[in-house]
């Protein structure tokens, strides 16, 4: 069974330019996470999809970022315009519709604003 | 506020002993802890997790301890193996929240020497 695949998995980008980030779930799997991870910290949820529906937004930075879930698989996470303190790993991660609490993650984008 | 802590950012052990890694909770809401290895540049992997109804979960080398009224968790690895050598995360949930959203300690970072 293939993983969460996460694409880029690496980014350099100048301050204030955009950047995008694509996360494809495992199979079956309707919840979705985007986790942003600071070095020395665990990650923190950003978001979190029930199939199309954002649930839970309360810790995303909604002035710079957006997500997207359509049809209900593949994600997209935004940030315009990027700034220094955006530099962090983003972490996608999936869960069964079980009721299954544990979540399964990606390998993560490396973003590096300069 | 920290409400899932790790103290201790490393651990070092030798081949074939023991390694014990610790972790310490505040909102005594948690129900569900799970433990995650990250090795560079990949992303979290699941390894295992314990209900707040039990004290103990097993699975092969690796046994995870729950003791509520401390609010303590720890992770045994019996015996170590220069394999093991990652990032080692726990993390909590609140399954009565519904928000499927876990709360990761900063990570100790585990070496196993040959």
């Known amino acids: 069974e293939a993983g969460v695949v996460q694409s880029p998995r690496y980014k350099i980008i100048e301050k204030k330019q955009p950047v995008a980030f694509w996360c494809n779930p495992i199979?079956?799997?309707?919840?979705l996470y985007w986790y942003r991870q600071n070095l020395g910290q665990g990650p923190e949820l950003l978001i979190r999809?029930?199939?199309?529906?954002?649930?839970?937004d309360s810790q995303l930075p909604k002035d710079r970022f957006s997500a997207e879930r359509l049809k209900g698989v593949d994600s997209t996470l935004k940030i315009q315009p990027a700034e220094l303190g955006d530099s962090a790993v983003y972490l996608c991660?999936?869960?069964?519709?079980?009721?299954?609490?544990?979540?399964?993650f990606g390998p993560g984008t490396r973003l590096l604003v300069l | 506020d920290q409400q899932v802590k790790q103290n201790s950012p490393s651990l070092s052990v030798q081949e074939g002993r023991i390694s014990i890694l610790n972790c310490d909770y505040t909102?005594?809401?948690?129900?569900?802890f799970l433990w995650y290895k990250k090795y560079p540049a990949e992303g979290p992997t699941f390894l295992i997790s314990?209900?707040?109804?039990?004290d103990k979960n097993e699975d092969g080398r690796f046994t995870v301890f729950l003791n509520k009224s401390a609010k303590h968790l720890s992770l045994h690895i019996v015996p170590s193996q220069p394999g093991d050598s990652a990032v080692y995360f726990c993390?909590?949930?609140?399954?009565?929240?519904?928000?499927?959203?876990?709360?990761f300690g900063q990570g100790t970072t585990l070496q196993v020497k040959p």
């Open positions: 991660a999936s869960s069964p519709p079980t009721g299954e609490e544990t979540q399964y």
């Open positions: 199979s079956g799997h309707n919840t």
């Open positions: 999809y029930e199939n199309e529906e954002a649930v839970d």
């Open positions: 909102n005594s809401m948690f129900d569900y």
């Open positions: 314990i209900s707040s109804i039990k």
């Open positions: 993390a909590a949930s609140d399954g009565s929240s519904n928000t499927g959203k876990l709360i």
